[in-house]
């Protein structure tokens, strides 16, 4: 397993165990628990094996292994909702499959080798000779494993499926699986294909206009959306594509002659994508888990009804106002680190108007992010005088979550602030995966 597959099965690892201690208290009085549990650790199994696969064939056997394992996660309470959210999941999953599929095919016809090698295994002579085909050979790889990472206009799946499934899956399902998608982008474009001959191509120009669109799309339908589980679906659409666009700024020129092998492009793009995949998945995680805690407490879906709840669970709702802070980008969270890099890599690159656009819209992104998760955190904490002359009776009795829901979240949140507060060593780590 090289540095970037250890990455993101150390975050899988992270995030499933985390997920499965919540589960423990979660599903306690829950039907069909074994069968969660089996289906649950069949995923984690799986997208280990495709952090470690060394070839696209294995990845691609080990991508579509975990779909398989993680459907049942979503149908799990069997309900017609939760069937058909199950089927929807599958259908997008396949149909990005195919394309992806017919990018591996492609590349098999081009590539000296399906193996993973930093700089890719397409010789410039096949690039002169194919250029057309393997442009939208790309553009294939990109459209078919960005299904999966929620990438407009084949994100609806996610949206849902992760609000229907448990809350444990859920967590999982938004802060680790669709990394995956994110993963096979990188391992196709980056190690295969080569992403020497895309920079200003419209490969890259349209990546860019697509990931864009889900940042801004994702957070403007958060901002609307009642239900607390579904809002932070369409979140974990946006947040998805800052890391997208990350990858898409950061097309460039591989120097295999220089005395340390690196890519010549804007590394600080790059290097923000990787350590927003890295905030991302904690503050999901935290993220999702908390909004299972308060639901299974209180059976309350909208945010709206749970005006107070910051007065009954104050714990719970500090770790779920430090992991929005996080996703907002504010200092000292790891959100921020990551926001940084991807705005200063955009401004830094030479990409013409998105130079400019794309931190315009991470911004625009990020005032919609704080809108539609600190909302909670105030009527939370400040529910009003109305509320305290309804709740006449004890209004601030407080609702302990058990040790096994509260420990989790309280981990998840402390590694999303850890990366803001010690952020040299992730940087170096991340920025030596591209050398």
């Given at each position: 397993m090289d540095p970037l597959g250890a990455i993101f099965a150390m975050i899988t690892l992270t995030v499933f165990i985390c997920a499965g201690i919540f589960a423990l208290d979660y599903m306690r009085d829950k039907e069909h628990k074994k069968s969660f549990a089996v289906f649950f650790l069949l995923s984690m199994l799986t997208e280990?094996?495709?952090?470690?696969?060394?070839?696209?064939?294995?990845?691609?056997?080990?991508?579509?292994?975990?779909?398989?394992?993680?459907?049942?996660?979503v149908i799990h309470d069997r309900t017609g909702e939760a069937k058909m959210a199950a089927l929807k999941y599958m259908f997008f999953s396949l149909f990005g499959a195919?394309?992806?599929?017919?990018?591996?095919?492609?590349?098999?016809?081009?590539a000296g080798s399906l193996d993973f090698l930093m700089g890719g295994n397409v010789d410039a002579l096949t690039w002169e000779q194919n250029g057309t085909m393997l442009m939208i050979t790309a553009m294939s790889l990109i459209i078919g494993f960005g299904v999966k990472a929620g990438m407009w206009p084949m994100h609806s799946w996610l949206t849902s499926a992760h609000p229907i499934a448990p809350a444990p899956a859920s967590a999982v399902l938004s802060a680790s699986i669709v990394n995956a998608g994110v993963l096979g982008i990188i391992r196709s474009l980056w190690y295969v294909l080569g992403v020497t001959y895309l920079k200003g191509s419209p490969v890259q120009t349209a990546f860019m206009i697509l990931s864009l669109i889900t940042v801004f799309m994702?957070?403007?339908?958060?901002?609307?959306?009642?239900?607390?589980?579904?809002?932070?679906?369409y979140s974990t659409v946006s947040q998805i594509s800052y890391i997208l666009f990350g990858l898409a700024v950061s097309f460039g020129v591989y120097d295999s002659d220089s005395a340390i092998s690196a890519y010549v492009y804007s590394s600080d793009a790059l290097t923000g994508g990787i350590l927003h995949v890295i905030a991302h998945a904690f503050i999901k995680a935290a993220l999702f888990l908390t909004a299972g805690a308060i639901i299974h407490h209180t059976k309350?879906?909208?945010?709206?009804?749970?005006?107070?709840?910051g007065l009954k669970m104050p714990f719970i709702m500090i770790c779920y106002t430090?992991?929005?802070?996080?996703?907002?980008?504010?200092?000292?969270?790891?959100?921020?680190?990551?926001?940084?890099?991807?705005?200063?890599?955009?401004?830094?690159?030479?990409i013409k108007v998105f130079s400019y656009l794309g931190p315009v819209i991470?911004?625009?992104?990020?005032?919609?992010?704080?809108?539609?998760?600190?909302?909670?955190?105030?009527?939370?904490?400040?529910?009003?005088e109305e509320y305290r002359s309804v709740h006449h009776e004890d209004p601030d009795k407080e609702q302990r979550p058990g040790l096994l829901m509260a420990l989790p979240i309280a981990t998840l949140t402390l590694l999303s602030v850890i990366p803001g507060l010690w952020p040299e060593p992730i940087i170096e780590l991340v920025r030596r995966i591209f050398i």
């Amino acid at each position: 397993m090289d540095p970037l597959g250890a990455i993101f099965a150390m975050i899988t690892l992270t995030v499933f165990i985390c997920a499965g201690i919540f589960a423990l208290d979660y599903m306690r009085d829950k039907e069909h628990k074994k069968s969660f549990a089996v289906f649950f650790l069949l995923s984690m199994l799986t997208e280990i094996l495709l952090c470690a696969a060394s070839n696209l064939v294995t990845f691609y056997m080990c991508y579509e292994l975990l779909t398989l394992m993680s459907m049942p996660l979503v149908i799990h309470d069997r309900t017609g909702e939760a069937k058909m959210a199950a089927l929807k999941y599958m259908f997008f999953s396949l149909f990005g499959a195919y394309f992806a599929l017919f990018g591996i095919y492609n590349l098999s016809r081009f590539a000296g080798s399906l193996d993973f090698l930093m700089g890719g295994n397409v010789d410039a002579l096949t690039w002169e000779q194919n250029g057309t085909m393997l442009m939208i050979t790309a553009m294939s790889l990109i459209i078919g494993f960005g299904v999966k990472a929620g990438m407009w206009p084949m994100h609806s799946w996610l949206t849902s499926a992760h609000p229907i499934a448990p809350a444990p899956a859920s967590a999982v399902l938004s802060a680790s699986i669709v990394n995956a998608g994110v993963l096979g982008i990188i391992r196709s474009l980056w190690y295969v294909l080569g992403v020497t001959y895309l920079k200003g191509s419209p490969v890259q120009t349209a990546f860019m206009i697509l990931s864009l669109i889900t940042v801004f799309m994702g957070s403007l339908l958060a901002y609307r959306e009642p239900v607390l589980k579904k809002r932070l679906a369409y979140s974990t659409v946006s947040q998805i594509s800052y890391i997208l666009f990350g990858l898409a700024v950061s097309f460039g020129v591989y120097d295999s002659d220089s005395a340390i092998s690196a890519y010549v492009y804007s590394s600080d793009a790059l290097t923000g994508g990787i350590l927003h995949v890295i905030a991302h998945a904690f503050i999901k995680a935290a993220l999702f888990l908390t909004a299972g805690a308060i639901i299974h407490h209180t059976k309350a879906v909208r945010v709206e009804d749970m005006r107070g709840i910051g007065l009954k669970m104050p714990f719970i709702m500090i770790c779920y106002t430090i992991a929005s802070l996080g996703l907002i980008g504010i200092p000292p969270t790891g959100g921020f680190i990551s926001k940084w890099y991807l705005a200063t890599g955009a401004l830094s690159a030479d990409i013409k108007v998105f130079s400019y656009l794309g931190p315009v819209i991470l911004l625009i992104s990020a005032l919609l992010t704080a809108g539609y998760l600190l909302k909670l955190t105030i009527i939370g904490f400040f529910p009003g005088e109305e509320y305290r002359s309804v709740h006449h009776e004890d209004p601030d009795k407080e609702q302990r979550p058990g040790l096994l829901m509260a420990l989790p979240i309280a981990t998840l949140t402390l590694l999303s602030v850890i990366p803001g507060l010690w952020p040299e060593p992730i940087i170096e780590l991340v920025r030596r995966i591209f050398i």
